[in-house]
């Protein structure tokens, strides 16, 4: 099973390194963010499988932070952290998009049981995450729009290409073969030929990449596949 993706927003230095060192033991792969703002640029531009949150945050607090995931389609579980028990703050974080609610202190094995428990509860697909916008480089995709703009100039991709480069998106970092391409994108049970895929991520080299005979984001992986590095 594929590590799943958790991003972690504390503000405290010490909390922020005990516990992304105690979920990285636990098998998951983690990011950090210290504030709201970047909260917010990474969980709106990278696909996780869960989001732990703090309330009290610098930039933005972490109910904001919430809505604002919330408000741009993104459906990852979020478990809020807080120091402060009162049920009014437990009643608003909910309202704005959380799914769980956690006060401090609070010992590590509950905090993953919680996160275990959302996890089950989250929906499947790739790292259980309804990704609705991710940015590479001076790419931004929209994947409710099924758009593509470059400096916020529009990029004219065909339907296939734009399929193509939503699944690299969502397996980024992974390596992906032909054979997995032409079934998952292409729909094909039986492989007619795997050149297809190789036109169509040249086609997509051609529009995405700065220098297409050097690629950055879209890697051949020799013998293999390709792999997504955006």
Same mark, same amino acid.
């Given at each position: !099973?594929?590590?799943? =993706?958790?991003?972690? #927003?504390?503000?405290?230095? *010490? $909390?922020? +390194?005990?516990?992304? /060192?105690? %979920?990285?033991?636990?098998?998951?792969?983690?990011?950090?963010?210290?504030?709201?703002?970047?909260?917010?640029?990474?969980?709106?531009?990278?696909?996780?499988?869960?989001?732990?949150?703090?309330?009290?945050?610098?930039?933005?607090?972490?109910?904001?932070?919430?809505?604002?995931?919330?408000?741009?389609?993104?459906?990852?579980?979020?478990? !809020?952290?807080?120091? =402060?028990?009162?049920? #009014?703050?437990?009643?608003? *974080? $909910?309202? +704005?998009?959380?799914? /769980?609610? %956690?006060?401090?202190?609070?010992?590590?094995?509950?905090?993953?049981?919680?996160?275990?428990?959302?996890?089950?509860?989250?929906?499947?697909?790739?790292?259980?995450?309804?990704?609705?916008?991710?940015?590479?480089?001076?790419?931004?995709?929209?994947?409710?729009?099924?758009?593509?703009?470059?400096?916020?100039?529009?990029?004219?991709?065909?339907?296939?290409?734009?399929?193509?480069?939503?699944?690299?998106?969502?397996?980024?970092?992974?390596?992906?073969?032909? /054979?997995? %391409?032409?079934?998952?994108?292409?729909?094909?049970?039986?492989?007619?030929?795997?050149?297809?895929?190789?036109?169509?991520?040249?086609?997509?080299?051609?529009?995405?990449?700065?220098?297409?005979?050097?690629?950055?984001?879209?890697?051949?992986?020799?013998?293999?596949?390709?792999?997504?590095?955006?």
């Amino acid at each position: !099973m594929a590590e799943k =993706r958790l991003l972690l #927003v504390e503000d405290e230095p *010490g $909390l922020q +390194l005990a516990l992304s /060192d105690r %979920l990285s033991a636990e098998g998951y792969s983690v990011e950090t963010a210290g504030d709201g703002n970047v909260a917010v640029t990474r969980a709106t531009g990278e696909p996780f499988d869960v989001i732990v949150l703090d309330v009290m945050l610098p930039g933005r607090d972490g109910f904001d932070v919430a809505k604002t995931i919330r408000s741009q389609g993104i459906r990852t579980p979020i478990l !809020m952290l807080t120091a =402060r028990s009162q049920v #009014v703050d437990r009643v608003v *974080g $909910l309202k +704005l998009g959380a799914d /769980d609610y %956690l006060t401090k202190p609070f010992e590590t094995i509950e905090l993953l049981a919680r996160i275990e428990a959302l996890l089950r509860r989250a929906p499947s697909g790739p790292s259980g995450v309804a990704l609705e916008r991710y940015q590479f480089g001076d790419i931004t995709v929209d994947v409710r729009k099924a758009e593509v703009t470059q400096k916020g100039v529009e990029l004219d991709l065909a339907a296939k290409e734009f399929q193509l480069l939503k699944y690299f998106i969502e397996h980024r970092g992974a390596t992906v073969s032909r /054979d997995e %391409l032409l079934h998952e994108v292409w729909g094909y049970n039986a492989t007619p030929s795997t050149r297809t895929v190789d036109v169509h991520v040249a086609w997509l080299r051609q529009k995405l990449e700065p220098n297409p005979r050097v690629p950055q984001y879209i890697l051949t992986v020799h013998g293999l596949g390709y792999k997504f590095a955006g």
